[in-house]
């Protein structure tokens, strides 16, 4: 959890998956709170509500939450820490990135051929300009920008294929964890069901390499359905 001290922001970090959620967020896989630690202690939430958004994390408020060690506080400042000193993370691996990038993006054609069990055309020329879409998305998340859902669908295509198809797709946006779980994630959306003979698909992946082998991982899925 981080808060802003200027605006009293809360932000809830998913630590498994690097997710962060504002404290508003209803899609915040935290949905209760009861305790929470700080530096000096941990306090129980005494507030009839539990949610996030119902939250006041003024620690200091009594009637929000009372403090289980009521005895004299420890000084912080000579407290020992099970860190390193010194944290070393690898460098990133931008070849390893642009090699997983490949691996998903062919593995993701591979399991829409397999479930369709028909023959399945993908639009490399799709793919390409939602990829610039992709880079853009990734330099606003690195900035600290919010990014609105409508900007991870709204892709501009030209209009010689939208007078013409029905364009249907979404995004994922996660770390990397592995392929197979990548492949669960679209596989649920059933973005393959479609079984118009004449429909195309069009995949983008972007593999965003940073430090301690983390891998940001974007994935753009659509398919593209002849109109009339």
Sequence with gaps: MRQSKSSNEVVLWNAL????Y?????????????????????YSNIERGKKPSQLNFDLSNRRKWTPLHRGKQHDTTTRMTVQNESLHFSLPD??????????IRESLQ?????????ATSFRSDVSTMIGHTIEKLEDLKMSGQQISSSMTTDV????????????????????FTSIHDVLDRIEATEI?????????????????AYPGGVISLWVFVCSLTPKG
Aim: aromatic share 8%; hydrophobic share 40%; with cysteine.
């Design 156 to 175: 501009e295509l030209p209009e010689s294929i939208t007078n013409i198809r029905a364009v249907f797709g979404f995004t994922l946006h996660v770390p």
């Design 192 to 208: 393959h069901c479609n079984m118009n003979p004449h429909i195309e698909f069009a995949i983008a992946v972007r593999c965003f």
């Design 110 to 118: 591979n399991a829409i051929r397999s479930a369709r069990r028909v």
């Design 94 to 103: 931008h070849q390893y990135a642009r090699e997983l990038q490949s691996e």
């Design 22 to 42: 504002l404290q508003t967020d209803d899609t915040c896989p935290l949905q209760k709170i009861y305790y929470l630690a700080s530096i000096d202690n941990i």
């Design 17 to 20: 998956t690097g997710a962060s």
